[in-house]
């Protein structure tokens, strides 16, 4: 069966460094009618397994360890019976929500990971965090960016963990030699294209 990529949004807060803002984040749900990965998992369980709906979960994908992609994984994870797999180098920021539960799984840039027989790619792009991925599926002409590409540009790098010539580097090496009609699928707000974010 053909992969599809299903949606939602769901809302909630972001904290870090001692500040909290409410956010509007992305799930991605990417598979056919059988099996499927979730990508992120915001602020609510029920809503993201509404979206899965009753298709079995290969994975939980986190694109990195801001409480608002994370902060109900390990729920999601028991609800589901799926690993969670982020980056190592996220470690030191998920520890900051999920002191003493470590990830299933440990993403590496280059990892391959198949859903319902097509290939999905992991692409190191550190910058808004030390273990940002991205990733990559070659048949869907798609990426899922998380926070390191949005429409208009890179993500935001005035956080703890983050930094500005790194994000832009990662972007460049990794997302910008994509083919120029990928679809962007973001972390927060709307689609965009490879093409449209040439910077």
């Known amino acids: 069966m053909a992969l599809r990529v299903d949606h939602t949004v769901t809302s909630g807060t972001f904290s870090l460094d001692g500040e909290?803002?409410?956010v509007d984040n992305n799930v991605w749900v990417v598979g056919d009618s059988a099996e499927c990965v979730v990508i992120d998992a915001p602020h609510d369980v029920d809503a993201i397994?509404?979206?899965?709906?009753?298709?079995r979960v290969v994975a939980i994908l986190l694109t990195h360890a801001h409480d608002d992609h994370v902060r109900v994984a390990p729920d999601l994870a028991?609800?589901?019976?799926?690993?969670?797999a982020l980056h190592q180098d996220d470690r030191i920021v998920w520890e900051l929500t999920h002191m003493g539960v470590i990830p299933h799984l440990a993403l590496e840039d280059g990892q391959e990971i198949t859903v319902a027989g097509e290939r999905i790619e992991v692409l190191h792009?550190?910058?808004h965090s030390p273990g940002a991925v991205c990733f990559y599926v070659p048949s869907l002409g798609a990426v899922f960016?998380?926070?390191t590409l949005f429409q208009g540009g890179p993500g935001a790098t005035g956080r703890s963990f983050s930094d500005r010539p790194t994000i832009e580097k990662s972007i460049r090496e990794k997302l910008l030699t994509l083919p120029g009609e990928t679809v962007v699928h973001t972390g927060h707000g709307p689609d965009t294209t490879i093409a449209a974010e040439v910077f």
């Open 20 to 22: 909290t803002f409410d």
């Open 49 to 55: 397994l509404k979206v899965v709906d009753g298709r």
């Open 78 to 84: 028991h609800a589901t019976g799926a690993p969670m």
């Open 125 to 127: 792009t550190p910058g």
């Open 145 to 147: 960016t998380g926070d």
